[in-house]
């Protein structure tokens, strides 16, 4: 265990030197890997090359108050067992990047899911912006931040109006049950 | 008594064998499924109360919402609602398909079935047991003996109604396909 | 003469089809040409829920991701929220959710029995394997209450611990299911409309499983003996004994004949399990805060298992808040059931597909979420 300790170390390292990225640790197996946004391609190849070359998930966070967006590209390695959330920032007024489907092909449907619910889009993957999961949706990508879906759900699908209750309602006022009079 | 309720004798002798035999559409439209095949099979064995899968709506006769409904699913059950011949009868299964559930405030699915589509009967829970089903099904076969799920004859009646809350909800009532052509 | 190419709706509303996926193809003769898989039937929005609900509410919410197998989502979810806020969880709790997923494992596998059944035409494997796997309910229903949707696991422990007596009533199970296998065995499997129908079809190698990301079932019946439980171990799986069986073929029988192996397996590790699990407290806070409004400390972890179907996992977001900022779902059916489609069906016969759909375990609800 401490030579497998002693070689990430030296492995981080490196990839400070080339790659100029900020490391943290997740856990003992898990580590996040932030890096800029020009180094990702190179970054995610070279990991690739050297056994971290399982795509668990390509998945986005948005992060509205800094007008960010976080991709991150879960990498796994089916020989050490360890794990790399690799991420980096993008504008969030613009948000274009750059394809992996050449590395990983199954990407081409995790961007598309991206594309869908964040908006970002993906250069080089032709097939991003045709909508996969939601149909006819004509709102924000629902996933950002700024959307409510408790307003869309509400003007889109009518509910079920209950009949009020008054002897329930009785009841809360006398103090019998707790509850909301106005529910 | 409406006009709605009025059966000739023919036709409550026809109810009565139509309770008899019923055939369940085929279409998982939610999670309920999951609990169909316990309810189909040995150890429940809806067999026995003359009920059976179908694959083919133009020959089913009960229609089973299992739970949820999202709107592209929403599309293909009316469109498969409208194939089915009459008498048809629609189960509404869960929570969910009553006041939406756990999924009150979700963009993507609905809140309340009977809007679109007229249901006959529904099963509370999440997810009602394979018992809470077998017994739905016995009260629905009750309902068509005495004339009461008459949820075909309120559709015919009141289409402009739900064709209304479909546009409103879907927007479009159309199935496309997935090459975007 | 040509028959020229038709447009084909495989599904939703489909006997064949394994829950509410579709597949559009377009067919010459009964050889798909073209395929394109149609998700999103059941997505209900789950990563947006998620935010708006509090941590412990949200355990109510994420066992409905994967229908069949709604455990491995519960134990993903707490153990990314533990990774985060650094916390251990009470020894006797990480035994029981181990016997919590491997009982799960059990039914799921059954139920992927009964899955192949139907586009097969062979409903004695459905109506065996269904029956068998309520017993299994059952189990659940005493241990949790409620017999598909358990929301055992949560953030820092289970609920509750084992009822007295359950533990004989696993082992009773145990034995019984041990006894059904060598019968699935030579019933099953060896049955001749099970192998005309499997043999060859569905095919897949190791290098399109690796490129791709397949993992489970689908990579292991290419002869790769991948399992995360083994390369990564989360709870105590690397203090059990037990084996990952393989296959070579990569074709469906092959897929479908490890799964009583695999049941095999799981009945090994329950057995180990009850035999090991200490007594204790089976839950801790995971941080404070009043009741069922905690805070967990920013950061972000994700947390994966095997399931049935290959590797299932979370990402979780948090920004110090009572509610998670971002959670993320890596569905194990992902590339089989999307990319998997639309590049691996053409040249196959129609009959073909659902087959390919139930042995790869593609599961309609964890790729719309």
């Given at each position: 265990m401490t030579s497998f300790t002693n070689n990430i170390q030296e492995f981080f390292e490196r990839l400070k030197t080339l790659y100029n990225v900020e490391l943290s640790e997740i856990d003992s197996k898990q580590f996040k890997i932030i890096a800029e946004p020009d180094k990702i391609l190179p970054l995610l190849a070279?990991?690739?090359?050297?056994?971290?070359?399982?795509?668990?998930?390509?998945?986005?966070?948005?992060?509205?108050?800094?007008?960010?967006?976080?991709?991150?590209?879960?990498?796994?390695?089916?020989?050490?067992?360890?794990?790399?959330?690799?991420?980096?920032?993008?504008?969030?007024?613009?948000?274009?990047?750059?394809?992996?489907?050449?590395?990983?092909?199954?990407?081409?449907?995790?961007?598309?899911?991206?594309?869908?619910f964040f908006g970002v889009e993906f250069e080089g993957n032709e097939n991003c912006?045709?909508?996969?999961?939601?149909?006819?949706?004509?709102?924000?990508?629902?996933l950002r931040k700024d959307f409510d879906p408790l307003k869309y759900s509400k003007e889109h699908y009518p509910d079920r109006e209950y009949e009020k209750d008054a002897i329930h309602e009785a009841r809360i006022v006398r103090g019998d049950i707790r509850g909301d009079v106005n529910g | 008594m409406s006009k709605i309720d009025e059966r000739s004798v023919w036709e409550k002798i026809a109810d009565q064998l139509r309770s008899r035999s019923m055939w369940m559409l085929h279409y998982c439209t939610g999670c309920g499924a999951v609990e169909l095949p316990p309810s189909m099979t040995s150890r429940f064995d809806m067999e026995r109360l003359g009920m059976g899968p179908m694959a083919t709506p133009r020959q089913a006769d009960i229609f089973l919402i299992t739970g949820y409904l999202s709107a592209k699913t929403l599309r293909r059950v009316i469109y498969t609602y409208e194939k089915m011949a009459d008498p048809k009868y629609v189960i509404g299964f869960g929570s969910c398909t009553i006041n939406g559930g756990i999924y009150y405030d979700s963009y993507?699915?609905?809140?309340?079935?009977?809007?679109?589509?007229?249901?006959?009967?529904?099963?509370?829970?999440?997810?009602p047991r394979p018992e809470a089903i077998l017994n739905a099904f016995n009260q629905l076969m009750e309902m068509i003996r005495k004339g009461e799920a008459n949820g075909w004859k309120r559709y015919k009646e009141n289409y402009e109604w739900y064709k209304q809350n479909q546009l409103r909800s879907l927007g479009e009532v159309i199935v496309h396909d997935e090459f975007h052509e | 003469?040509?028959?020229?190419?038709?447009?084909?709706?495989?599904?939703?509303?489909?006997?064949?089809?394994?829950?509410?996926?579709?597949?559009?193809?377009?067919?010459?003769?009964?050889?798909?040409?073209?395929?394109?898989?149609?998700?999103?039937?059941?997505?209900?929005?789950?990563?947006?829920?998620?935010?708006?609900?509090?941590?412990?509410?949200?355990?109510?919410?994420?066992?409905?991701?994967?229908?069949?197998?709604?455990?491995?989502?519960?134990?993903?979810?707490?153990?990314?929220?533990?990774?985060?806020?650094?916390?251990?969880?009470?020894?006797?709790?990480?035994?029981?959710?181990?016997?919590?997923?491997?009982?799960?494992?059990?039914?799921?596998?059954?139920?992927?029995?009964?899955?192949?059944?139907?586009?097969?035409?062979?409903?004695?494997?459905?109506?065996?394997?269904?029956?068998?796997?309520?017993?299994?309910?059952?189990?659940?229903?005493?241990?949790?209450?409620?017999?598909?949707?358990?929301m055992y696991i949560i953030p820092g422990g289970v609920r509750k611990d084992l009822p007295t007596g359950l533990e004989e009533k696993i082992s009773k199970l145990m034995d019984y299911l041990e006894q059904r296998m060598s019968e699935y065995e030579t019933f099953i499997l060896k049955n001749r409309i099970l192998h005309t129908r499997l043999k060859g079809i569905a095919k897949i190698d190791t290098e399109t499983c690796l490129k791709l990301?397949?993992?489970?079932?689908?990579?292991?019946?290419?002869?790769?003996?991948?399992?995360?439980?083994?390369?990564?171990?989360?709870?105590?799986?690397?203090?059990?004994?037990?084996?990952?069986?393989?296959?070579?073929?990569?074709?469906?029988?092959?897929?479908?004949?490890?799964?009583?192996?695999?049941?095999?397996?799981?009945?090994?590790?329950?057995?180990?399990?009850?035999?090991?699990?200490?007594?204790?407290?089976?839950?801790?806070?995971?941080?404070?805060?009043?009741?069922?409004?905690?805070?967990?400390?920013?950061?972000?972890?994700?947390?994966?298992?095997?399931?049935?179907?290959?590797?299932?996992?979370?990402?979780?977001?948090?920004?110090?808040?009572?509610?998670?900022?971002?959670?993320?779902?890596?569905?194990?059916?992902?590339?089989?059931?999307?990319?998997?489609?639309?590049?691996?069906?053409?040249?196959?016969?129609?009959?073909?597909?659902?087959?390919w759909l139930d042995s790869m375990g593609v599961c309609a609800p964890e790729i719309d979420r």
């Open positions: 070279y990991l690739k090359e050297i056994g971290y070359s399982h795509l668990s998930i390509l998945t986005c966070v948005d992060w509205i108050e800094q007008k960010k967006f976080e991709l991150v590209y879960i990498l796994f390695n089916w020989s050490n067992g360890i794990t790399f959330l690799v991420s980096t920032f993008i504008d969030r007024d613009k948000p274009v990047f750059y394809t992996v489907k050449d590395m990983w092909p199954t990407a081409e449907y995790y961007e598309r899911d991206v594309h869908e912006k045709k909508p996969m999961i939601l149909e006819l949706w004509n709102d924000l990508p629902p | 993507s699915t609905i809140n309340r079935l009977d809007y679109y589509i007229p249901v006959d009967l529904y099963i509370a829970g999440c997810m | 003469m040509s028959m020229g190419e038709v447009k084909l709706f495989f599904g939703p509303n489909h006997p064949g089809m394994h829950g509410n996926f579709s597949v559009h193809m377009y067919v010459e003769g009964d050889v798909v040409v073209k395929a394109r898989p149609v998700p999103g039937f059941l997505h209900r929005g789950f990563e947006k829920l998620m935010e708006r609900r509090l941590w412990y509410q949200n355990v109510a919410l994420i066992p409905r991701i994967c229908v069949p197998e709604p455990d491995i989502n519960e134990a993903c979810y707490a153990m990314a929220v533990e990774k985060i806020a650094k916390v251990e969880v009470p020894e006797r709790a990480t035994w029981i959710r181990m016997l919590v997923l491997e009982l799960a494992r059990i039914a799921n596998h059954l139920w992927s029995f009964g899955g192949i059944g139907g586009p097969i035409g062979m409903y004695t494997s459905m109506f065996w394997s269904v029956s068998d796997r309520d017993k299994v309910l059952d189990i659940f229903e005493e241990l949790t209450g409620a017999r598909i949707y358990h990301g397949v993992t489970g079932i689908g990579l292991r019946a290419t002869g790769i003996p991948y399992d995360i439980r083994k390369v990564d171990p989360y709870m105590f799986y690397d203090k059990v004994e037990f084996d990952v069986p393989t296959a070579t073929e990569g074709d469906a029988y092959a897929r479908i004949s490890l799964k009583p192996q695999e049941i095999k397996q799981s009945i090994r590790i329950i057995r180990q399990i009850l035999e090991k699990m200490p007594s204790g407290p089976v839950n801790i806070k995971i941080s404070d805060g009043n009741g069922l409004r905690i805070r967990v400390p920013k950061g972000m972890a994700y947390a994966k298992v095997e399931s049935t179907r290959g590797e299932y996992g979370y990402l979780v977001v948090s920004d110090g808040g009572e509610t998670p900022y971002r959670v993320a779902v890596r569905g194990a059916s992902y590339p089989q059931g999307l990319y998997g489609v639309e590049h691996l069906l053409p040249g196959t016969r129609i009959d073909d597909v659902p087959i």
